[in-house]
């Protein structure tokens, strides 16, 4: 379900934002192929993307295959 759940806290020394939110993409990206099969048309359904979309970031996360 969209929204479900807390947003994640900030620590209060802070964190990386570019390395933490690299990590939440490539996790859901994996769970989409995983779930999908590796189907990249259905993949990209479950995450709301365009085919083109998931295939560019999988490509700029070095996850291509």
């Known amino acids: 379900a969209q ?3 807390e947003p994640p806290r900030l620590p ?3 964190l990386d934002f570019e390395a933490t939110v690299s990590a ?3 996790a859901l990206l994996m ?3 995983d779930r ?3 189907n990249k048309r259905m993949a990209a359904e479950l995450l709301r993307l365009k085919r083109t979309t998931l295939t560019a970031k ?3 996360l070095e996850m291509a295959s």
């Open 12 to 14: 209060e020394d802070g």
């Open 58 to 60: 999988l490509k700029s």
């Open 31 to 33: 769970q989409a192929l």
């Open 36 to 38: 999908s099969k590796g």
């Open 24 to 26: 939440l993409e490539r």
């Open 3 to 5: 929204g479900s759940g």
